[in-house]
Every structure is written in C-alpha cells, then in structure tokens.
C-alpha cells in the first residue's frame, strides 16, 4: 500500500514536470488586433511579423490579425490584452496615457518640432526606456514591443481652420484623455472626447463639427466623405504602440520572448516605411476625391497650447528637456 502510494507519488511528479520539458515547444495563436484595416501601415508590419514568426518555428507560433475594431476601440483592446484575450494590441499612445501617466508627455500638443524629432525620440534612449517601464511595470500587465508611426494630426471638418478664431463654436472630437480635450479648448474650439468607432456616424450626423487625424486614417476610415477641408494645423504628432499581454508572455519560451523582441524591432522599422509611404498616397488621393489641404498658422496654436504644456509638463519637466535635446 505504502509503496503503491510512493509510485503513485513518483508517476504524479513526473506529470507535474512534464509541462516545464515541453515549455519550449508552446504552441500560440497569437491574436493580434488594429482599429485599421488591412493595408494599413500598422496592420501590414503586424501581419508580416506574424508571417515570420510562423516560418520561424514553422508554424507553432502563428497570427491572427483581427483588424478594423472587430475587438472594439483601443480601450477595450487594451482591456482584452491585460487579462489575456488578445495577445498584441496595436494602439495610440493617446489611449495608452491613461494606463501609464508618463506617456502623457507624448500627448501634449507641440511636443516634437517635427516628424523627424518624434522619430528619433522614439528610436533611442527615451523611446527603449519607456518600452521598458511599462514591461516592467506590474500593473500595467501588458509587454511594450515596439513603436509605430501616426505622422502628424491636423484638424478637419467643413470648414477651413487656419486661426484659434476659426474654431470658436466648433464641436471636434478627440480622443478619451482629458490633454486632448483641453488642447483643443485652449485651440478655441470645444473638445469632445469620443471613441473611434462613434466617430464616423457622429460627423455625418452634426454631433460633432470636426476631428483631428493624420491623412492615412482620413482616408481609411472614410471620413472625407464627411469631412472635405483638412487645415495644416500640425498640433499633435503622437506616435503608436504594439504591446503583448504580459499573462500570455509568460506563457512562452525565453527563445520565443527574444525571437518576437527582433521582429518587433523589424515590424517598428517596416512600419516607418510603409507609413512614409501610405501618407504620400492618401494625400493624393484625398485630394482627388476632393478634400482641399488649406494651411494653418500653426504659430498661432502653439502659443494658445501653451497653458496646456505648462500644466502637464512641470511634473515630467526632466523627461522634456531631454526630448528637446534630443536632435
Ligand atoms: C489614429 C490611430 C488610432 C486611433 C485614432 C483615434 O491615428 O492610428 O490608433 O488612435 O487615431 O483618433 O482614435
């Protein structure tokens, strides 16, 4: 009897441990998920990491990219990938502000002197630091693989903006965090905060007068259809995230975790370009389908912003010099 419960004992441990030498061998569909839809730069440099992931370990790890909100906004995806549902969410680091406060430095309006700034910033030091701040941040529950790309954000409705002045009245949705809100009140028109996914609608109804957006998503979210001016108000120039759920992460081998960190910073690569790309096609074929591209004083909306930078930029006032040092 005893020696039966000893044998019993032995063939449950070497149960227990056989899980832990086949650990190296996880299979995963990892579903990765996009408000874009397929073509879009940020889609396409998922999509094609995933295609390498599988040749790789041909086939045991695999993606499956569920693009254009079939999961919902960036909110719930960000939900879905902390608690394991989905494993890569690609969103702004507008909807990723609230989870982790010093992201909010990006979300402050004329932050980057330009697109070239911004991308420097997110490539280096700065940019490697906060992907490792929020991996190692336990409550963030999510692993930041890489950034992409959003180019600049100018406001767009039916009317041209090329001064504060011209805002007065106007309703223009922006994205759920208050800096966006108050960026653009200080911009003189009246922030809403909305979700992607409502915004469509909301313009074509009269809910709201205008949004602000960079001309890739303009164009594949349909928007000019409602919207025909697009004013080169450059205020926002936010840049994107892929992150993993960290439960899932742990789910996989070292080898694995090292072999998805290389693509990603290939996928960050292939999406500049793809995004370079895609901005130089949408504006033309925005302007074909006969959205007018008016300039804006831009000089004018950065000075209105200013209170905006002063009241959420003193406590990351160390994290900023540095930005603005970076050249
Ligand atoms: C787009 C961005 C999306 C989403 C959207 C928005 O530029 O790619 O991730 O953040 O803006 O305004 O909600």
Redesign the pocket.
Known sequence: MLRRHFIGTAALASVLCTPVASFAQQKMVIKASD??PLGYP?VEAVVRMGHKLEKATNGRLTLQMYPQMQLGG?KEMIEQAQVGALQIA???V??LGPVIDELNVFNMPFIFRDEAHMRKVIDGPIGNELLEKISTNPSTRLIALGWMD?GT?NVYSNKPVTKPADLKGMKVRM?GNPIFVETMNAMGGNGVAMG?NELYSAMQTGVVDGAE??EP?VLAQNHYQVAKIYSLTGHLIIP?MFVFSKVSWDKLSKDDQALIKKYSREAQMEQRSLWDDKTAKATEELKAKGVQFVPADKQAFFTATQPVRDKYGAKYAGLLKRIQDTK
């Open positions: 408000v874009h940020t960036e690609r969103i702004s507008g909807a959003a954000r994205m992607f957006n960079n998503t994107e």
